[in-house]
């Protein structure tokens, strides 16, 4: 059985940081792509930052020059680093993985509150 465990998130000031991780494990063989997607209270879910197998990586305006994401493929493990964070950060945040044949993997998700 495929699982996706995230951690990392919290509360936290604006301006401040951090790192959320979504560790993959059970039956994983190939890895199209991981990414991380957020979901605010009365808001659609949307792709925060993906990366693809090749190393590609992609992000939404509202975090381009703030988040980086980042691969352990040893580890099938993707990160999210999030620096000045702003309350509109505020969301949960989901780890999705696409295996090959397009299967579809999501986190618990996190709670990453950006609040002063």
């Known amino acids: 059985q495929v699982q996706l465990v995230e951690s990392g998130g919290g509360l936290v000031q604006p301006g401040g940081s951090l790192r959320l991780s979504c560790a993959a494990s059970g039956s994983i063989f190939s890895i199209n792509a991981m990414g991380w997607y957020r979901q605010a209270p009365g808001k659609q879910r949307a792709l925060v930052a993906g990366?693809?197998?090749?190393?590609?990586?992609n992000y939404a305006d509202p975090v381009k020059g703030r988040f980086t994401i980042s691969r352990d493929n040893a580890k099938n493990t993707v990160y999210l680093q999030m620096n000045s964070l702003k309350p509109e950060d505020t969301a949960v945040y989901y780890c999705n993985m696409v295996l090959a044949g397009f299967r579809e993997y999501w986190g618990q998700g996190t709670q990453v509150t950006v609040s002063s």
């Open positions: 990366i693809t197998s090749g190393g590609s990586t």
